[in-house]
């Protein structure tokens, strides 16, 4: 039994398998049934707010009534769950199309593939890749890419019911232009308009404007035999026969429409001597479209006409680029097959992007990325540019060449003296024998060499060590004095070539007539000699 109605707004979305269901408002009937608070969520998200924000207590609910948004392109329709026996029934939804009826809501259907060169439009709009779900009783318009190349097998509209397609998706096959006149392939029929105009439809047909002449031409080998032309339109006379030019005559079978009018509308078909046929359908109209109204600042266009069949080209200035379709053609529908394009400026990629340039040693010293502009780059700290410190975005909105790359900087490793070594053969930051930015090494020299120049030197951000490397000069060593006399100069060590004079203390004198040598390699020409007592000699 009944006891009243209240109505709330509330925004819901009912949690199912069926389509989303997104709810504006929400009416009530409350009722004696009992069912448990049926399962919602607040705009898609199952919140206790969202909950909470309709009601605790189903217990008297007998009827929720809300606005559903169902199917990709979120059409609204008035729905509503019903309490019956203890349990939520539903979702019913009103379809206008229906009589106003509640009726249950059927299952969606998914495109899970489109065959190759086959277009696919829903409601006048391509699809460009599969993956899309649509509503019950969604109708699909498909047809092959160029008209008369392929022929279409299969139903060309599949519709959704309730969860499956009522047929296939047809597919596209080859024809006879493309398998090298394969006998048991469909004939290809090349269309050919010397004057007038024409438009290929997004439903596959031939729409022309009275007037046109066209010729449809049914490619067949003419060695294996002939193939017919029949066609749809009652009261049509057509000339029919194999092309008189040499290079023609053997492969083109034609049919002629002069002047075509709207009986000519109809569809043609070439029937090869095995019985394979492929058809264009043809449609005569005497349809204007709109002129062709161009607001953008920078845009121009050069329109043929506004009969069906002609074109409006667009360009946009050097600097910019067309955002939309280039050419438009006047559709059987009397609209152009696509807004009329925009001008966009050419820009290159941005390089400043939030996550950053790849390069982690990279950075941007100048950043410019319209038409003409330039990006300039430098490295951090250490590390070098590889390649051309700058970019420039070009007209094609690609920038003139690749990121400069970091490399480290290097040193190579230094010149050993001659008798000399390094003290630490492992330095920090040393990389395959090179050594980083800021590596320091430190030269010794063996045995009677003595260091000449810096001791350390360091990689500097050039790429080359601080110092040049030190020499390690032979020298001889302070030899000591004799007991009883003195040696002179007193050094602490001496230059190959220096020379060392004994000066013996009074009544004492060396056995040695000269004075002791340094040699070029370090040692003494001679060991100390003794200073001896006069006396004693
Ligand atoms: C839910 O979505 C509706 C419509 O988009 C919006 O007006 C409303 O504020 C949303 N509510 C919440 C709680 O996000
Ligand atoms: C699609 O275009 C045809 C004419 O080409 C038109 O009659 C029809 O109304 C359009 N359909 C939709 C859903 O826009
Ligand atoms: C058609 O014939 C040409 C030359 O005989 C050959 O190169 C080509 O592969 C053939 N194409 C097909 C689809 O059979
Ligand atoms: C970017 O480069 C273009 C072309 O050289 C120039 O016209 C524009 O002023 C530059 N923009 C900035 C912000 O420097
Ligand atoms: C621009 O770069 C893209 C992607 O690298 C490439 O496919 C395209 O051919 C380039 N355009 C021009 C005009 O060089
Ligand atoms: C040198 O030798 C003599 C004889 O042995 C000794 O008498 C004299 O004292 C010595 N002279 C010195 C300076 O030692």
């Not at 019956?84 to 495109?111: E, H, S, T, Y």
């Not at 010794?444 to 260091?451: I, K, N, S």
Request: net charge neutral.
């Amino acid at each position: 039994m009944r006891l009243a109605t209240r109505t709330f707004i509330v925004f819901v979305v009912l949690k199912s398998s069926l389509p989303p269901i997104s709810t504006k408002f929400a009416q009530e009937e409350l009722s004696f049934d009992s069912c448990t608070p049926p399962q919602l969520a607040l705009n898609g998200s199952e919140t206790e707010v969202g909950e909470n924000r309709i009601r605790k207590d189903y217990t008297h609910v007998r009827e929720v009534k809300f606005s559903g948004s169902i199917g990709p392109l979120g059409e609204q329709r008035l729905c509503k769950i019903k309490c019956i026996a203890g349990q939520w029934v539903g979702p019913l939804c009103i379809d206008q199309q229906d009589n106003g009826r509640f009726q249950p809501l059927f299952r969606n259907c998914k495109l899970e593939y489109i065959n190759p060169h086959l277009i696919v439009n829903f409601r006048n709009v391509t699809l460009h890749s599969p993956g899309w779900t649509f509503p019950h009783g969604a109708k699909l318009h498909t047809r092959c890419t160029e008209l008369g190349l392929y022929k279409l097998l299969g139903t060309a509209t599949p519709q959704c019911q309730n969860g499956a397609w009522s047929s296939r998706l047809p597919s596209c096959v080859p024809t006879t232009l493309l398998t090298n006149f394969t006998e048991d392939s469909p004939p290809t029929i090349l269309i050919k308009i010397p004057s007038g105009s024409a438009s290929v439809e997004p439903g596959g047909e031939l729409a022309v404007y009275p007037g046109t002449t066209l010729h449809f031409e049914c490619l067949f080998s003419r060695r294996i035999g002939s193939p017919d032309w029949t066609w749809t339109s009652p009261l049509g006379q057509y000339l029919t026969g194999w092309a008189i030019a040499a290079e023609e005559r053997d492969t083109k079978y034609r049919l002629s429409i002069y002047y075509a009018k709207s009986q000519d509308s109809g569809t043609f078909t070439c029937a090869t001597p095995r019985g394979i046929t492929n058809s264009i359908t043809l449609h005569v109209a005497a349809i204007h479209c709109e002129p062709v109204s161009v607001s953008g600042m920078h845009i121009s266009v050069s329109v043929g006409g506004t009969r069906l069949g002609n074109t409006a080209k667009f360009q946009c200035p050097v600097g910019f680029k067309i955002s939309g379709e280039p050419t438009l053609t006047c559709q059987a529908s009397g609209k152009w097959s696509a807004p009329v394009p925009k001008c966009e400026l050419v820009k290159c990629p941005p390089l400043d992007s939030a996550e950053g340039l790849e390069e982690p040693h990279l950075q941007i010293e100048e950043h410019n990325n319209s038409y003409g502009g330039r990006s300039i780059f430098s490295c951090a700290w250490g590390y070098k540019l590889l390649g051309p410190p700058g970019i420039e975005c070009e007209l094609s909105g690609n920038w003139s060449g690749p990121l400069p790359k970091c490399v480290p900087i290097q040193c190579q490793p230094p010149v050993l003296p001659l008798n000399g070594h390094l003290i630490q053969s492992e330095a920090p930051g040393m990389d395959g024998g090179r050594y980083a930015v800021g590596s320091l090494v430190q030269f010794a020299c063996t045995g009677a060499h003595h260091l000449e120049g810096e001791a350390s030197i360091i990689c500097t951000e050039t790429g080359f060590w601080s110092h040049p490397p030190p020499f390690c000069r032979p020298r001889c060593s302070y030899i000591g004095e004799p007991e009883n006399g003195l040696i002179s100069p007193t050094k602490f060590a001496y230059d190959p070539g220096d020379e060392l004079k004994i000066i013996c203390n009074t009544g004492f004198e060396t056995t040695v007539e000269s004075n002791l040598k340094c040699l070029p390699d370090g040692k003494w020409s001679s060991g100390l000699p003794a200073c001896t007592n006069i006396t004693y000699i």
